[in-house]
């Protein structure tokens, strides 16, 4: 099958700019409760405002990764239904707020994020932890190992980047539960930036370590949010590993609800974005990748990348928004 065939049999390319919509008015909801020290409220408002802008979208669309199961989560929960319901039946992984305590304290990397791909097509993942490993584009196949050491990995990266490993920067989150991993990149004289919040972001990070200054993403995070950032790696060709953490009899229930038959398989991001995909993230504060958004007396600026799996394309959208009345 030729590119024009994939296209073609994939997802209509009018999505690819009708999506950033839906991300911009995420974004510019949550922005206005910058450093209000509410979670919550920023998550709700980014969650309306989302939802609203999603049923507008002429697609079938089922939300497989949400804001949780129906029962906790009162919109954008696992299985609702959005769209016009005229047009392509469609999978969508979302995260309206990722990083709530980072918009909280308008702190960087706060973003909106949306991946949408063909009926089937991304994981249905339990809300649970997963062990994950990332690096972006222009890599040989299989160069990271999830099960090999840390040390083993960021060598491997290096050799390929043809640089020292102490050129190396990994992102990892600072929890405490990963001391022995920071301690175990230290040893090998790569540096590490620690985040509070947002691995998505972490994972996108990888995608333009020129710009991010990040090489490989170690460590682990919630399971939905690494389904969200393999839909990233996919449209731009950057390699993932990842699984779940199912380490009580509960969880291990809930996985096999969610048709997961297997605890201890490893997930590419192949395996957790088939198809065409398309992605989408709008910064709500400023990033090393995006910046935030920003107001103005009489515009409202954003700054969108917008990615696409069977073309690769790459869009990063700068928009001034005057019209303030659709926010």
Excluded at 59 to 73: L, M, N, P, S
Excluded at 109 to 131: C, H, R, T, W
């Amino acid at each position: 099958m030729n590119m024009a065939q994939n296209i073609a049999a994939g997802l209509d390319r009018i999505l690819t700019m009708e999506v950033v919509r839906v991300t911009e008015r995420a974004a510019v909801a949550a922005a206005r409760l910058r450093g209000r020290g509410d979670e919550k409220a920023a998550d709700q408002v980014a969650v309306d405002a989302m939802r609203q802008e999603l049923n507008r979208l002429a697609i079938k669309g089922t939300v497989v990764i949400g804001e949780g199961e129906r029962d906790e989560a009162p919109m954008l929960y696992i299985g609702e239904e959005v769209g016009t319901g005229k047009g392509p039946a469609v999978d969508i992984a979302l995260d309206p707020l990722e990083g709530t305590t980072i918009c909280a304290k308008n702190l960087p990397n706060a973003l909106a994020v949306i991946a949408i791909a063909e009926k089937g097509s991304l994981l249905f993942a339990p809300d649970v932890y997963m062990d994950k490993i990332a690096i972006g584009p222009g890599y040989p196949d299989s160069l990271i190992d999830i099960d090999a050491p840390p040390a083993e990995n960021i060598a491997n990266l290096a050799k390929a980047k043809g640089v020292a490993v102490s050129d190396i920067t990994a992102c990892i989150l600072d929890r405490p539960r990963h001391a022995k991993l920071i301690d175990a990149v230290r040893a090998t004289g790569a540096a590490i930036r620690l985040i509070g919040d947002g691995d998505v972001a972490g994972v996108i990070h990888t995608t333009d370590p020129e710009e991010t200054g990040i090489d490989i993403y170690l460590g682990t995070g919630g399971a939905p949010e690494g389904v969200l950032a393999a839909a990233a790696l996919r449209c731009t060709g950057g390699q993932m590993q990842g699984r779940l953490i199912l380490d009580t009899p509960e969880k291990m229930a809930r996985a096999e609800k969610m048709g997961i038959s297997d605890p201890k398989r490893v997930y590419r991001a192949q395996d957790m974005a088939r198809g065409d995909v398309l992605f989408a993230a709008t910064g709500v504060t400023d990033g090393n990748l995006l910046g935030g958004v920003k107001f103005g007396r009489t515009f409202i600026t954003t700054h969108t990348i917008v990615l696409r799996s069977s073309s690769r394309t790459v869009r990063e959208i700068k928009a001034r928004h005057q019209d303030l009345e659709k926010f």
